[in-house]
């Protein structure tokens, strides 16, 4: 039995360090050359001719790549190559197949450790700090975990009675057929280990990258090559959604769908999942982890200082883009008025621009598209009569896509920016009576349909206690006296429930579970010869 992981270590990209004189180095590379990525199909570079760009969002007037996008003949014949790879991807058997993955955990947290951050800081504005935990750490804990619980299927799941004369087992099987992995631009983790955590179990893949982070999640798959994963296992398809829902769910072997991304696109893929049913071998398996209207309720007996920074770090690093930033809050009157000015003035010390800066706490936005939608937001709150801008507001998309980060106040609960998914840097704070905390609770309760995340700022802990049960179904991954993102890989699971998906608790073993057909396995040592039973014989 292998011995149990420990998560990657963050560097800290200190003035000075090497990694950040070697990050700093490899960005200026990056900027200085314009990549061609093609399709991977079975294990083939495949330049359609048919190109996209990919533009850096902070400074969305330099390309970073040409992409080459797969029509629909080249989803059949990733989907082909799937289905041919798997045969000896199973035989090769579990421990080959983690050698692979934990050579790629080995390579990440290596030499190819800063050209994966930085594709990522530039293909998805991150900082170098939000690059480290999410393109490095998290995917490095992503592999190492998922072969260390694969490992302990085997024994875990075996039958607990054999009688004498018969030899009771479970195989550990893949599902028959591929995966398709549906990934984020948000978080390059997620992005390559949708369809390798499957790969790891026998399973093979194609897998569809969000047109917002071809260029990091090329570099990824670049990565798992080079590691030795096999063609055909994971195929690299940038294409259309429509086109690759098609072409993957009218194919018999088409065995599952592992999804990152929104609540709509999940309910439609879903229905059309069911409608492709009678035409194919099996049921699939549906993984989606989708929206969320994160949450933080405070107390008004709570760790002020805290609060703050919670509510400043959840709903600002990243630009608010992680599944689960935080975006509305709940707050006492009385502790607003202590903390609300000092919120607003740490907010506006909060720096922003160019992600190569590593002074700036905030970049841009993803793309106009997200832009527009969040500066709708911003520009409906400030005509509102139930609201006030109580920090930030203003925007500009003339050399990348900036949003300030933006606190909105209102008197009502259920304004839209509290109930709405908005996925960018607004915060939006209901203020309510102090002696109204349980009928708060309820309020967040029932307010968005969504339940990812969420966490309560009490001091004592029969609050904390009555906040628990309140919220029991508000939230998937739930914290205290914390912010609610920065979920860490086998420490706590990811995932939630209502319109915010499955809850498979990726970073677990549950998640693994999902990309696994068991076969039961009776071996009779003593074959019965006769076919007659005792009851058979007539009475004396």
């Not at 504005?125 to 085997?154: G, M, P, V």
């Not at 998309?397 to 900036?402: H, L």
Request: charged share 20%.
């Amino acid at each position: 039995m292998s011995s149990q992981p420990v998560n990657e270590p963050i560097l800290g990209y200190t003035p000075g360090s090497p990694e950040r004189i070697a990050l700093q180095a490899e960005l200026d590379r990056q900027m200085a050359e314009v990549v061609e990525i093609p399709c991977i199909i079975n294990g083939e570079k495949v330049f359609t001719g048919n190109t996209t760009t990919q533009v850096i969002p902070h400074k969305h007037g330099h390309i970073l790549a040409n992409v080459h996008q797969a029509g629909k003949e080249e989803i059949a014949a990733a989907c082909q190559a799937a289905i041919n790879a798997q045969e000896a991807w199973i035989n090769m058997g579990l421990e080959a197949r983690c050698a692979i993955f934990e050579r790629c955990a080995e390579l990440l947290a290596g030499e190819w450790r800063m050209k994966v951050n930085a594709s990522t800081m530039l293909n998805q504005s991150k900082t170098a700090f939000q690059a480290e935990i999410d393109a490095a750490c998290e995917l490095i804990d992503f592999w190492n975990f998922n072969c260390f619980y694969a490992r302990q299927f085997h024994d875990m799941y075996q039958p607990l009675v054999s009688p004498e004369g018969v030899e009771n087992s479970t195989e550990i099987r893949p599902l028959e057929g591929f995966v398709l992995a549906i990934t984020p631009f948000n978080f390059s983790s997620i992005a390559a280990n949708l369809p390798s955590a499957p790969a790891i179990l026998g399973n093979t893949a194609v897998w569809k990258p969000s047109r917002n982070s071809y260029h990091s999640n090329y570099v990824l798959m670049e990565l798992m090559m080079e590691a030795g994963l096999p063609a055909g296992v994971i195929n690299f398809v940038p294409s259309s959604g429509p086109d690759v829902s098609d072409v993957c769910l009218s194919n018999p072997d088409f065995a599952g769908v592992h999804f990152t991304g929104s609540t709509a696109v999940f309910q439609g893929l879903w229905q059309r999942i069911g409608e492709a049913l009678p035409n194919l071998k099996s049921y699939p398996r549906i993984v989606g982890e989708t929206g969320g209207k994160d949450f933080v309720v405070a107390h008004p007996d709570c760790d002020e200082q805290g609060l703050l920074v919670a509510l400043l770090r959840g709903s600002f690093e990243y630009q608010g883009q992680k599944c689960s930033a935080a975006s509305r809050a709940y707050v006492p009157k009385s502790v607003w008025g202590r903390i609300g000015w000092q919120l607003v003035a740490e907010v506006r010390k909060i720096t922003m621009g160019d992600a190569r800066d590593f002074t700036n706490f905030m970049t841009a936005v993803i793309d106009q598209r997200a832009f527009d939608k969040i500066s709708g937001y911003i520009e409906r709150a400030k005509e509102s009569d139930t609201c006030e801008i109580a920090i930030g507001g203003d925007c500009d998309d003339s050399v990348g896509w900036f949003i300030e980060p933006t606190i909105i106040v209102t008197t009502d609960p259920n304004y839209e920016s509290m109930i709405e998914e908005i996925f960018g840097p607004v915060l939006t704070v209901f203020l309510y009576d102090d002696e109204n905390f349980e009928k708060t609770l309820e309020i967040c309760d029932k307010a968005s349909p969504y339940a990812l995340t969420g966490s309560i700022f009490a001091t004592n802990e029969e609050d904390i206690q009555t906040a628990f049960n309140a919220l029991r179904f508000t939230a998937g991954n739930f914290y205290i006296n914390d912010k609610p993102t920065g979920a860490v890989v086998a420490q706590q699971p990811f995932g939630g429930a209502r319109a915010s998906g499955t809850n498979d608790k990726a970073g677990g073993p549950l998640n693994l579970l999902r990309w696994i057909s068991p076969r039961s396995v009776k071996r009779t040592l003593d074959t019965p010869q006769d076919w007659g039973y005792p009851f058979l014989e007539p009475d004396e």
